[in-house]
């Protein structure tokens, strides 16, 4: 079965800092990655994903995640973050008729 | 519709009690997926639909929890004699079919928090 992990639950900084989540996934067959973003009191939304092509990918507002096949990671990046984006992220990897998530990061973008 | 929608936004329950949580999914969406999000547990996969075929239901936690799809469109899970532990969020989402779109692209419900007392 799949698996995902993501570390560093709690996130604080500050707006223009910028900004890397660490997302390391578990899975045998081909990979299907995704991002998603959980603004406060709304739903998930799709920030990007990747199926295959090049590992660099970029979503929107700015977002871009890197495949790593080697080190089975899909780490998320933005160079400078803006208060609007606090929200939890998670990571996920598609397998086995399912999403399987990580345990998602709190970010905090303290103004 | 616009998007998945779920309903009700919130129910609060008794322990024991029976509850059904209703999700219609985007039309012309094939598959359909339910997911828990509770605390300390993160998001956890429940069942999945696709058409016809008989239902993936591996993630379900106990048969107390079941779930069908209707005319391969709106979907309910019923919680039976609900506990304490069943207090979450429930997801709805749903996606193309493989042979029709990006494999794997679900799109998400606002959820269904239930609370237990």
């Known amino acids: 079965a799949q698996s995902v992990s993501q570390h560093n639950h709690h996130v604080i900084l500050s707006e223009a800092a910028s900004l890397e989540l660490g997302c390391n996934y578990s899975?045998?067959?081909?990979?299907?990655l995704f991002w998603y973003v959980q603004y406060p009191g709304q739903h998930l939304q799709l920030l990007l994903k990747y199926f295959s092509g090049d590992p660099l990918v970029k979503g929107i507002k700015g977002f871009e995640a890197e495949f790593i096949k080697s080190k089975f990671s899909f780490n998320l990046r933005k160079p400078s973050v803006q208060w609007s984006d606090t929200a939890e992220y998670f990571c996920?990897?598609?397998?086995?008729?399912?999403?399987?998530f990580g345990k998602g990061n709190q970010v905090v973008v303290i103004p | 519709g616009a998007g998945v929608s779920q309903s009700p936004s919130n129910k609060v329950t008794e322990k024991g009690k029976d509850v059904e949580l209703r999700c219609d999914p985007i039309?012309?969406?094939?598959?359909l997926y339910w997911y828990r999000q509770s605390l300390g547990q993160g998001l956890e996969f429940l069942i999945y639909?696709?058409?016809?075929?008989?239902?993936?239901k591996s993630g379900l936690p106990s048969d107390r929890f079941s779930a069908e799809r209707t005319g391969g469109s709106v979907s309910t899970l019923t919680i039976q004699r609900t506990q304490q532990e069943d207090s979450a969020v429930y997801l709805c989402?749903?996606?193309?079919?493989?042979?029709?779109?990006?494999?794997?692209?679900?799109?998400f419900g606002p959820g269904t928090r239930l609370t237990v007392l």
């Open positions: 039309s012309g969406h094939t598959a």
């Open positions: 996920a990897v598609r397998g086995n008729n399912r999403l399987a």
């Open positions: 899975y045998g067959g081909t990979v299907n």
């Open positions: 639909f696709q058409g016809n075929s008989a239902p993936d």
């Open positions: 989402a749903s996606s193309l079919s493989r042979d029709r779109g990006p494999v794997g692209e679900q799109f």
